[in-house]
């Protein structure tokens, strides 16, 4: 004879808030935020966004490329960091 399991009350089960967005079960890569300095002059936070913005997507490729693991945001990030500033490094050498 199979045993009957309570059915689970409408309190124990979680909600959604009115205006939330759905949640998916596409993961995404941890992005450590640059800081910024107060005051500092609007082409140098363009710069700053631009770069933030070129690792987290060099860190996104990496990540798909790898199968998507969990666990190794931190690593595809530094990688990133890596890749674009010896990019950075070999222009500025070649514009010398």
Same mark, same amino acid.
């Given at each position: 004879?199979?045993?009957?399991?309570?059915?689970?009350?409408?309190?124990?089960?979680?909600?959604?808030?009115?205006?939330?967005?759905?949640?998916?079960?596409?993961?995404?890569?941890?992005?450590?935020?640059?800081?910024?300095?107060? @005051?500092? #002059?609007?082409?140098?936070?363009?710069? /700053?966004?631009?770069?933030? +913005? $070129?690792?987290?997507? %060099?860190?996104?490729?990496?990540?798909?490329?790898? @199968?998507? #693991?969990?666990?190794?945001?931190?690593? /595809?990030?530094?990688?990133? +960091? $890596?890749?674009?500033? %010896?990019?950075?490094?070999?222009?500025?050498?070649?514009?010398?």
């Amino acid at each position: 004879m199979l045993e009957k399991k309570p059915a689970k009350s409408a309190a124990a089960t979680p909600k959604a808030k009115a205006g939330a967005a759905p949640r998916t079960t596409e993961k995404t890569v941890a992005t450590p935020r640059m800081s910024t300095i107060a @005051g500092e #002059p609007a082409s140098a936070k363009r710069r /700053n966004d631009d770069m933030h +913005e $070129r690792i987290q997507r %060099r860190a996104y490729e990496l990540w798909e490329s790898e @199968g998507r #693991p969990t666990g190794r945001e931190h690593d /595809n990030w530094l990688q990133a +960091e $890596r890749e674009i500033a %010896r990019t950075r490094s070999q222009r500025v050498g070649m514009s010398r």
